[in-house]
């Protein structure tokens, strides 16, 4: 069985800041491969990937020298700093994980940015 638990969302000012975490919770390996988030009434959108062997991230290019990902691999916990927040970036954002075949997901934090 496998678990990824997100936290850290909330409702944050234009211009301001937010962590998110995303900790597995396995029995079996399972590795982290990025951000996506979903706003009302659009698809599932990849916002930030992550390669665990080159420790490397790519961003979307609406995200990108905003947000970073970071890795803290004694904790198993992935995180997504996101800066200079916008209101387009209001959505729930889930992380994803891979094990050997399946993919898994995070159950998804809400992140809203609103005067």
């Known amino acids: 069985q496998a678990d990824l638990v997100e936290s850290g969302g909330g409702v944050v000012q234009p211009g301001g800041s937010l962590r998110l975490s995303c900790t597995i919770r396995s029995t079996f390996t399972i590795a982290f491969k990025g951000w996506y988030r979903q706003a009302p009434g659009k698809e599932r959108e990849l916002v930030a990937s992550?390669?665990?062997?080159?420790?490397?991230?790519n961003y979307s290019e609406s995200v990108q020298g905003r947000f970073t990902i970071s890795t803290d691999k004694s904790k198993n916990t992935m995180f997504l700093q996101m800066d200079s927040l916008k209101p387009e970036d209001t959505a729930v954002y889930y992380c994803?994980?891979?094990?050997?075949?399946?993919?898994?997901w995070g159950q998804g934090t809400q992140v809203t940015v609103s005067s």
């Open positions: 992550w390669n665990g062997a080159r420790r490397s991230a």
């Open positions: 994803k994980g891979m094990g050997t075949s399946l993919t898994y």
